[in-house]
């Protein structure tokens, strides 16, 4: 598989933009940390990115079973770790439709489980800073 680019496109102050499958996704700092405030963070995004495919997962389930989604509802909490500022624990909290078949629930949860996102952080790729000429 040929690698996937993202163009990183320098603005304002800490603005970055990233073009990527004809999308400008936008970020920038807060203001605390020098930027705008005018975008989500970098790292707001990755954060985002794995709710919204957890999301994904467990709408799909539904939909595939024809169950309905109303009332389904998620959220995600991330707990930074004191010392390393790193996330040490990211909970995702499911509510289930009314009427949600219980003969479905675990299933659902490893439906959620499959998230790509999560994935890739579980199976880190290697990662190589270059700088070309």
Known sequence: MSPKELKVV?????????????FTI??????????????PAPFDYFLAS??????????AFCRERKIPTEGLA????????????????ITIAVALPEGFPDKYRRAVV??????????NILQ??????????
């Open 50 to 59: 794995l709710a919204s495919c957890a999301g994904y997962y467990a709408l």
């Open 26 to 39: 936008k970020t920038d700092q807060p203001v605390r940390d020098g930027g705008d405030g005018t975008a």
């Open 110 to 119: 490893k439906a959620i489980d499959h998230c790509t996102v999560k994935a």
């Open 74 to 89: 998620m959220t995600m909490t991330a707990e930074k770790g004191e010392s390393s500022r790193l996330m040490e624990r």
């Open 124 to 133: 880190a790729p290697r990662f190589e800073v270059v700088v070309r000429p």
């Open 10 to 22: 320098f603005g304002d102050k800490y603005k970055i933009d990233v073009d990527y499958k004809g």
